[in-house]
């Protein structure tokens, strides 16, 4: 016995402690930690009647509505939940928990928690989610995670996104003391064969607008000034973000640069699943905010658009509502289709931008201040594809080879 649990002893022997009254705040605690965990609104509807949802991998998107009569029994409801998941948790309610707490925390966003959400249903659901942590070894979770790789055809990349939810369920799940799994020496000694992975050939004219595209893009947004036009004409001359482009402010332009400190962000309402479109104060790179270096051709679009929405407390609004990221992207479809060229996103534009200025020799530590990126690694990486057509890769032979 421990000096603590001797002093303890001590004080409730001689009338010090009241051990129900102790045993009553200590539930009490306990009940407020359950409340706190539980990630779904609680609400009164019209009828009087209360409701959440409680998770639930049988129920419609993973969950179940609950229906009580008063807002107490709702809560009795949610404590009643978590307490029995606590005594034998599975993979699905060590998940909820661990989840919970990082968005409580805000170690994450709700986008990020949406992300994580939709790849658990995805790699979960049908294989572990039911299983006690208790009960999964080490042998388990090998399979499982051969068998996700092959049976979803993960590339490297989709591999890593998976790979960040069993290091997060596994991890909080030994920190509680549900396993003794290490999962972070599990993987030091896991040894996956390259071949196991699914390759995803890319084909360069699906992923950047091509040399002799961009010309005929550009004419069509010009030749067609809506706001939605000029804003996709906007990132060909920036390279911005969607969620950077949706969120500029007319205080956010200087005569020569645009200074980047916000971003639209998007998440699913819990109660009405609907997605969100939000304005956050700080960009979503690590860099934090930027100036975006402009030239006058540049000056003027933004002339164009001041003209078309003159009052507008962002650059971008119709009518007093913003536009987000859904106007463009569909407006953009639609360019690509009247034009007859491949469908690309916004995304493409982006890496259309990003390679246009390594192609044209700028500094590379311009590029990553332009661009938004830590690493001149990064834009090389997953932002430069070479635009050329045929026709100039075939000169670009000639001449190198005139001998």
């Known amino acids: ?14 009338g010090n402690i009241d051990k129900y009254s102790v045993q009553q705040a200590m539930d009490k605690l306990e009940r407020e930690n359950y409340l706190a965990q539980h990630t779904y609104k609680v ?15 049988k129920g419609k998107k993973g969950r179940k509505q609950v229906k009580l009569t008063t807002e107490a029994k709702i809560h009795d409801a949610i404590v009643s939940y978590y307490q029995a998941q606590k005594e034998e948790p599975t993979i699905q309610s060590v998940f909820t928990d661990w989840i919970s707490q990082k968005l409580e925390n805000k170690e994450l966003s709700r986008g990020t928690f949406d992300r994580y959400s939709n790849d658990y249903k995805r790699f979960f659901d049908k294989q572990i989610a039911s299983k006690k942590v208790e009960s999964v070894t080490e042998d388990d979770l090998d399979l499982f995670i051969r068998k996700t790789i092959t049976g979803h055809k993960l590339t490297p990349k989709a591999y890593s996104n998976f790979r960040t939810l069993v290091l997060g369920i596994f991890k909080y799940a030994k920190r509680k003391k549900y396993t003794t799994i290490s999962i972070s020496t599990f993987f030091q000694d896991f040894a996956l064969p390259k ?18 595209e961009i010309p005929r893009v550009a004419e069509y947004l010009k030749s067609n000034p809506t706001l939605v036009n000029l804003g996709l004409l906007l990132v060909f001359q920036t390279g911005l973000r ?5 969120a500029l402010r007319p205080t956010d332009i200087t005569r020569k640069a645009i200074h980047v400190q916000r971003q639209e962000i998007k998440y699913k309402d819990e109660v009405t699943q609907k997605t969100v479109y939000e304005i956050k104060n700080y960009p979503k790179s690590d860099c934090g905010a930027r100036e975006v270096i402009i030239t006058d051709k540049t000056i003027e679009t933004l002339d164009m658009i001041k003209k078309l929405n003159p009052d507008g407390e962002f650059l971008f609004e119709v009518d007093g509502t913003r536009l987000t990221y859904n106007n463009y992207n569909k ?10 060229i491949s469908q690309k996103s916004m995304h493409k534009i982006r890496r259309t931008y990003g390679t246009t200025l390594l ?19 990064t834009t090389k990486t997953y932002y430069y594809y070479s635009n050329k057509t045929r026709k100039t890769n075939e000169a670009q032979i000639e001449k190198a080879l005139s001998f």
């Open 359 to 377: 192609d044209e020799g700028v500094d590379e530590i311009l590029v990553t201040q332009q661009m938004g990126h830590a690493d001149i690694s």
């Open 1 to 14: 016995m421990t000096d603590s649990d001797k002093m303890l002893q001590f004080l409730v022997a001689n």
């Open 331 to 340: 407006t953009l479809y639609r360019v690509c289709k009247t034009l007859n």
């Open 43 to 57: 609400w009164q509807g019209s009828n009087r009647l209360w409701y959440t949802y409680l998770p639930d991998k």
């Open 242 to 246: 969607c969620g950077e482009l949706a």
């Open 195 to 212: 071949t196991i992975f699914t390759k995803v050939i890319k084909n360069k004219e699906d992923q950047i607008y091509m040399e002799d």
